[in-house]
């Protein structure tokens, strides 16, 4: 028996924070990746700014701290109707394959002169995004 998911994205969470007597309603985001306080990112900002945003600073704070170039992919799920929002996020590149597709696209193609060869290793870069590039018959 398989006790995790067959896959995964990394995610975080945003969570709404009630106001007190000292502080008016905030959004708490937090992204974890492993065990103790310095494997915790977490921020928290105003309520009107919106759990979004949360989910972005959270990412920035990240980032610096780990110099890596991590983004939110997509949509939020709520997790309660509400207050409590789970956020997929990671890094750039895994976000957006075609990007990176793109970018091995123009290497190849970038001042050298174009063959056979050329079309089959930007075909080949293509097939890799999942994508369908046929052959002639």
Known sequence: MNHAP?????GLVVAYVPPTDTRGSRWRAT?????GAANRFRVS?????????AARAVVDRFNEAMGADWIVYGAALSLDGGSHY??????RDVADPSATALDRIATTLSGSAWSADTVDAV???????????????
Do not use: C, M
Not at 31 to 35: A, D, E, F, I, S
Not at 45 to 53: K, R
Not at 86 to 91: D, E, L, N, V
């Open 6 to 10: 067959i896959a995964y994205v990394p």
């Open 31 to 35: 992204l974890t990746r492993g065990t």
């Open 45 to 53: 900002i105003p309520y009107a700014d919106g759990p979004d945003a």
């Open 86 to 91: 789970a956020y997929p996020a990671g890094p």
């Open 123 to 137: 075909a080949d870069i293509i097939r890799a995004t999942g994508r369908t590039i046929a052959d002639l018959p």
